[in-house]
Nanobody, 116 residues
C-alpha cells in the first residue's frame, strides 16, 4: 500500500519561507515522478513543481525563482522549499507520485496560508 504523508505547512507572513516534505512508503520511490500540486478555494488543482526519477524539474511560471523542488531517494522524501511567499500562494498543497507504469497516488494535503 503506497502512502504519501505531507508535512511543513502553516501560516507565514508575505515574504517568508516554508519547507514542505512528503514521505513516500509502500513501493520503490526512486523510479517515480514526484510532484507538488496546490488548490486554492474555488480554483482547480494546479501543478506547482515536479521532479522525475532522472532529476528533470518542472516549475509553474508563478513559482519560478521562488520555489525549489528536490528529492532524497535514500529517505523516500520529496521537498518543496518555498521562499518569498505571496498571499496568492495560499492553498492546500498536495504531494503526488506517479510510477512509470501509470499508478498515481496523492497525499492528504497540507495547508499553506500566507498573510499580507
Amino acid at each position: 500500500q503506497v502512502r504519501l504523508v505531507e508535512s511543513g505547512g502553516g501560516l507565514v507572513q508575505a515574504g517568508g519561507s516554508l519547507r514542505l516534505s512528503c514521505a513516500r512508503s509502500g513501493s520503490i520511490f526512486s523510479s517515480n515522478t514526484m510532484g507538488w500540486y496546490r488548490q486554492a478555494p474555488g480554483k482547480q488543482r494546479e501543478l506547482v513543481a515536479a521532479i522525475t526519477s532522472g532529476g528533470s524539474i518542472y516549475y509553474a511560471d508563478s513559482v519560478k525563482d521562488r520555489f525549489t523542488i528536490s528529492r532524497d531517494n535514500a529517505k523516500n522524501t520529496v521537498y518543496l522549499q518555498m521562499n518569498s511567499l505571496k498571499p496568492e500562494d495560499t492553498a492546500v498543497y498536495y504531494c503526488n507520485s506517479k510510477s512509470p507504469m501509470g499508478s498515481e497516488y496523492w497525499g492528504q494535503g497540507t495547508q499553506v496560508t500566507v498573510s499580507s
